[in-house]
Nanobody
Framework: QVQLVESGGGLVQPGGSLRLSCAASGIIFGAYVMRWYRQAPGKQRDLVAHITTNYRTYYPDSVKGQFTISRDNAKNTVYLQMNSLKPEDTAVYYC?????????????WGKGTLVTVSS
């Protein structure tokens, strides 16, 4: 059974930092592209970070320089380091695992972890 379990969310003051973790089980972790998305209340789910199987990263302009994604294949875990947090970063953050080199392609989601940025 595939599981992606996010952790590390919580309440943080503006300007603060958080590190989210996503622990994967039931998949060959190193074969998956890993992504973090976020969804604020009443808004669509947006990609905030992406890391490939060979550690290439991508960020949208909205978080570039503020968020850093990394992965530890030995621990089957992907991380999202978030710095200089702002109230508009408040959202549920979701972990996503994608593998497109198999048939059918695989796409798994975690249940999310809430990040609230408020004073």
């Amino acid at each position: 059974q595939v599981q992606l379990v996010e952790s590390g969310g919580g309440l943080v003051q503006p300007g603060g930092s958080l590190r989210l973790s996503c622990a994967a089980s039931g998949i060959i972790f190193g074969a998956y592209v890993m992504r973090w998305y976020r969804q604020a209340p009443g808004k669509q789910r947006d990609l905030v970070a992406h890391i490939t199987t060979n550690y290439r990263t991508y960020y949208p302009d909205s978080v570039k320089g503020q968020f850093t994604i990394s992965r530890d294949n030995a621990k089957n875990t992907v991380y999202l380091q978030m710095n200089s947090l702002k109230p508009e970063d408040t959202a549920v953050y979701y972990c996503n695992a994608v593998r497109s080199d198999v048939d059918p392609p695989r796409n798994y989601w975690g249940k999310g972890t809430l990040v609230t940025v408020s004073s």
